[in-house]
């Protein structure tokens, strides 16, 4: 993967493809999670940060009711009605836009129409938030366009609701609050539950955040996704009836998951054991960054892996092998997962020095396999979204 390219001529794209200058360029990050996985959903709390590589949508209004949205990459100009995206049946992708649409629209935003002109380099379906980088541009540039403002957490909101809606995944607040919120060389701490955020400062000195594409992705992810959620709900159930106050698991700790594990069955027992786990080297994982003590940081990304791994089942065959391989290259400090799993991105902490070990141990070692081909980025922990041009310039995360 290349560095996060400068902005892309998008203003120019959309100028030529509809035959008139756009009104507003929206700019939204991808992200990388550090630590903090599959806790979205169980008001636990996550540390992701923002990508350079982001999505940059620029719109012009339209008066006729009418949506039509052009994106660069699929090279693929799409039509439908503001109010009936589904009688047009356009390609999938545009379900972000429309779900985006319909729900501002909802909220009483006054869009009567909108040209959009989508460019993107966030590699998609690599588990880096593209869906959520595409839903918050669309939600800026055409929140802009109607000349309505919307409050940061709203706006992240209601890009994830219209993911729910329009796209059918049941996805946590993690990334479109990622791409809403995050500001340059932080990490964003986020509690799940009270929806408050730290910005927590990243002195990375020698060290980097490589992100590696592992190429793959199955065809089980979606359904194991909503497997997972309705294990964590079946867990969380069995603990109230025998614990009062707890609301989700995020109110239980480890001890607790031990004490109850044979009521709550093998499965149950070990997808509680993760997020409960996974909540407190959140937390630690925070104050190691705080006190810049990025070995214990490392220690507990790999831990993070394990119990992903072994207590939360949605590793698969290349990312451990994955991480294993960078693993075992001389001063890594962490490796794990990111995301949600069965594919998508590994996020390691390693000396900038050792980047070229890495990717040579990941090509002759993945690669020559038979996985892959492979994918390594340095990641660049990048600003929120923001609108670049138009009216209300300006920065979520700042
Ligand atoms: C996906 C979802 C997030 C989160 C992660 C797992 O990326 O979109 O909300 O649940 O999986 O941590």
Redesign the pocket.
Same mark, same amino acid.
């Given at each position: 993967m290349s560095p996060p390219a400068s902005r892309p001529p998008v203003r120019e794209l959309f100028a030529q493809r509809f035959g008139r200058p756009c009104a507003v360029v929206a700019r939204a990050p991808g992200r990388v999670?550090l630590i903090?996985?599959?806790? $979205?959903?169980n008001d636990g709390f996550?540390l992701p940060i923002a990508l350079g590589q982001s999505t940059w949508v620029a719109a012009g209004p339209r008066s006729d009711g009418r949506m039509r949205a052009w994106s660069q990459s699929c090279e693929i100009e799409q039509t439908w009605p503001l109010d009936d995206w589904a009688a047009d049946r356009p390609a999938p992708w545009t379900g972000y836009i429309a779900g985006v649409a319909t729900l501002l629209r909802r909220r009483g935003v006054p869009l009567a129409g909108c040209d959009l002109a989508v460019v993107s380099d966030v590699p998609v379906g690599g /588990?880096l938030?593209s869906?959520?980088a595409l839903e918050v541009a669309t939600a800026l540039a055409l929140s802009c366009v109607a000349g309505a403002t919307l409050a940061p957490l709203e706006l992240a909101d209601l890009c994830?609701a219209a993911?729910h809606e329009f796209v059918g995944?049941p996805? /946590?607040?993690? $990334?479109q609050y990622a791409s809403v919120l995050a500001r340059a060389d932080c990490a964003l701490l986020i509690d799940c539950r009270a929806r408050a955020w730290e910005h927590i400062p990243l002195k990375l000195g020698e060290y980097v955040i490589l992100v590696v594409n592992s190429g793959v992705r199955h065809d089980l992810a979606a359904g194991v996704?909503a497997q997972r959620q309705r294990e964590c709900r079946q867990a969380a159930d069995l603990l109230r009836s025998l614990q009062p106050g707890v609301a989700g698991l995020r109110d239980v700790d480890a001890a607790t998951v031990e004490r109850h594990a044979g009521r709550l069955g093998t499965v149950c027992a070990a997808r509680a054991r993760h997020v409960t786990s996974e909540n407190a080297r959140t937390i630690a994982a925070a104050e190691a960054l705080r006190r810049n003590d990025l070995e214990t940081f490392g220690r507990l990304i790999s831990a993070s892996h394990a119990s992903l791994r072994d207590d939360f089942e949605v590793s698969c065959v290349e990312l451990d092998r994955l991480v294993e391989i960078v693993g075992n290259v001389p001063g890594v400090l962490g490796v794990r997962l990111t /995301?949600? /799993?069965f594919g998508g991105c590994i996020v390691a902490l390693v000396p900038r020095g050792s980047v070229p070990a890495v990717e040579e141990a990941v090509r002759r070692q993945y690669d020559a396999e038979g996985y892959g081909p492979a994918r390594v980025l340095v990641a660049h922990p990048g600003a929120g979204a923001s609108i670049v041009e138009g009216r209300r310039v300006g920065n979520f995360g700042q």
């Open positions: 999670n903090g996985e599959h806790t $979205d959903y996550v /588990g938030s869906s959520a994830r993911e995944v996805c /946590g607040i993690m $990334d996704y /995301g949600a /799993g």
